[in-house]
């Protein structure tokens, strides 16, 4: 589980809130991306913000947006097929959170990322 935090601080604060993930698998195309909220917690309902790509962890291209819904269900975002060339070979990936939601701050129990090997 990961909390943006503390509560505090997001909530009178408005700067962005990011997750990067090093990425050891080799998947060549990027295709949706898996988040779920933190369970029974609709702190982040509404949250909105961008995926992005980085193949050193410095240089960084957006290639999607999200919108957190008020479900515990997992939540798919799709890329679209456009971004599959900027994918490829990524080994970075940012969440960053423009939005801190209706409550607190942004809450996921869970992320997925999926995609395919040539």
């Given at each position: 589980?990961?909390?943006?935090?503390?509560?505090?601080?997001?909530?009178?604060?408005?700067?962005?809130?990011?997750?990067?993930?090093?990425?050891?698998?080799?998947i060549d195309?990027?295709?949706?991306?898996?988040?779920?909220?933190?369970?029974?917690?609709?702190?982040?309902?509404?949250?909105?913000?961008?995926?992005?790509?980085?193949?050193?962890?410095?240089?960084?291209?957006?290639?999607?947006?999200?919108?957190?819904?008020?479900?515990?269900?997992?939540?798919?975002?799709?890329?679209?097929?456009?971004?599959?060339?900027?994918t490829k070979?990524?080994?970075?990936?940012?969440?960053?959170?423009?939005?801190?939601?209706?409550?607190?701050?942004?809450?996921?129990?869970?992320?997925?990322?999926?995609?395919?090997?040539?």
């Amino acid at each position: 589980m990961w909390q943006s935090g503390p509560a505090w601080d997001i909530a009178v604060s408005p700067v962005q809130v990011d997750i990067e993930l090093k990425m050891d698998s080799e998947i060549d195309y990027i295709t949706k991306i898996m988040l779920q909220r933190r369970q029974n917690n609709g702190g982040c309902n509404n949250a909105e913000g961008g995926f992005y790509v980085s193949k050193d962890g410095n240089n960084w291209e957006k290639v999607g947006d999200f919108k957190i819904a008020d479900t515990n269900d997992e939540q798919f975002f799709e890329l679209d097929e456009s971004t599959y060339g900027t994918t490829k070979g990524a080994k970075h990936l940012r969440i960053q959170f423009d939005t801190k939601g209706d409550g607190f701050g942004p809450m996921l129990a869970e992320i997925k990322v999926y995609g395919y090997t040539l």
